[in-house]
């Protein structure tokens, strides 16, 4: 499934979780992903998104974990598979590269993690 964009690509309540620090952390990412939009050149910026992801992927499964959340190894892959993504990625950032992170953001948030609201 497909979900729109933001334009300016950055976090609005529509991707609301409902626990504060998750959301919190969705918005570094969303901020990461934005000053590579700005800065295509600049690997700093790359390590930058690949480090914020990596920390929230880490609570959140702690979350996960702790609530024996019943899709926590599945989440985990997935989690897992962004993250060798970002870290083959190479400055300057292609536009694909871009829009392909962009669209993951937004489609993991609102299809996948949309699935844990109320349960963690």
């Known amino acids: 499934m497909s979900y729109e964009i933001p334009e300016p690509y950055v976090w ?18 969303f901020e990461a992903i934005f000053n590579c939009i700005k800065d295509p050149k600049s690997a ?3 390590t930058k998104l690949y480090d914020v992801t ?6 959140e499964e702690g979350m996960m974990v702790k609530a024996k959340y019943e899709d926590t190894a599945n989440h985990k892959q997935i989690h897992n598979d962004f ?6 990625l ?4 292609d536009a694909a ?11 993991h948030i609102k299809g996948i993690d949309f699935k844990y609201k109320g349960k963690l």
């Open 12 to 29: 609005d309540d529509s991707f609301r979780t409902t626990y504060d620090n998750i959301d919190s952390e969705h918005k570094l990412i």
């Open 44 to 46: 700093a910026l790359i």
């Open 54 to 59: 990596a920390d929230h992927f880490t609570n």
């Open 83 to 88: 993250l060798a993504k970002i870290k083959s």
């Open 90 to 93: 190479k400055a300057p950032l």
């Open 97 to 107: 590269s871009v829009d392909w992170a962009k669209q993951w953001l937004v489609g």
